[in-house]
T-cell receptor, first 117, second 113 residues
Framework: NAGVMQNPRHLVRRRGQEARLRCSPM?????VYWYRQLPEEGLKFMVY????????ESGMPKERFSAEFPKEGPSILRIQQVVRGDSAAYFC???????????????FGAGSRLTVL | GDSVTQMEGPVTLSEEAFLTINCTYTATGYPSLFWYVQYPGEGLQLLLKATKADDKGSNKGFEATYRKETTSFHLEKGSVQVSDSAVYFC????????????FGKGTKLTVNP
């Protein structure tokens, strides 16, 4: 049973380019969360998605960032016109349901490290 | 809003030393509390958790007790090993319909032989 798969593991982009990060949740998991870890910081929540629905995007920057979780295929975090401040590790996590908090603990992927030159 | 405060690192210990990493929280409602560990170049792994007051989470020799009266969840280990070198994150989830974790900034631990 594969865990949460993220790719690419490392991505280098120049300022102004687009970055696409993919996340395949664990088998049987229908909920996906994206977190960002800036250098020397803890993880910050970005967005929570279920299949074809964004449930909570309160942590997403208002511009340039978007996320989707289509009916088929992985979840995608898209960053348009990247800037140096977007350099960070982006972690995806999945869970089987939104149920009782703490009962369905998130499983994290290994992260995608974005470097903006 | 909800928040988690961890002792600042880095922490450097010799092998077999006693470890304490302090964690306190502020939350509305009744949170579940977690410790995650991040080894170099890897993602986060759940180390232990506690879901109600006075619960003790334990794993791999690490322990933490949910103290509602002091709003704390300090991580302890009696004898650390070199392989415990990692970054440790305290986190919480509060009720609200989603498993949105709130993390502390992390404490980097280095254990020397």
């Amino acid at each position: 049973n594969a865990g949460v798969m993220q790719n690419p593991r490392h991505l280098v982009r120049r300022r102004g380019q687009e970055a696409r990060l993919r996340c395949s949740p664990m088998k049987g998991h229908s909920h996906v969360y994206w977190y960002r870890q800036l250098p020397e910081e803890g993880l910050k929540f970005m967005v929570y998605l279920q299949k074809e629905n964004i449930i909570d995007e309160s942590g997403m920057p208002k511009e340039r960032f978007s996320a989707e979780f289509p009916k088929e295929g992985p979840s995608i975090l898209r960053i348009q016109q990247v800037v140096r401040g977007d350099s960070a590790a982006y972690f995806c996590a999945s869970s089987p349901s939104g149920g009782t908090p703490g009962a369905n603990v998130l499983t994290f992927g290994a992260g995608s490290r974005l470097t903006v030159l | 809003g909800d928040s988690v405060t961890q002792m600042e690192g880095p922490v450097t210990l010799s092998e077999e030393a006693f470890l304490t990493i302090n964690c306190t929280y502020t939350a509305t409602g009744y949170p579940s509390l977690f410790w995650y560990v991040q080894y170099p170049g890897e993602g986060l792994q759940l180390l232990l958790k506690a879901t109600k007051a006075d619960d003790k989470g334990s794993n791999k020799g690490f322990e933490a007790t949910y103290r509602k009266e002091t709003t704390s969840f300090h991580l302890e280990k009696g004898s650390v090993q070199v392989s415990d070198s990692a970054v440790y994150f305290c986190a919480l989830i509060t009720q609200g319909g989603s498993e949105k974790l709130v993390f502390g900034k992390g404490t980097k631990l280095t254990v020397n032989p």
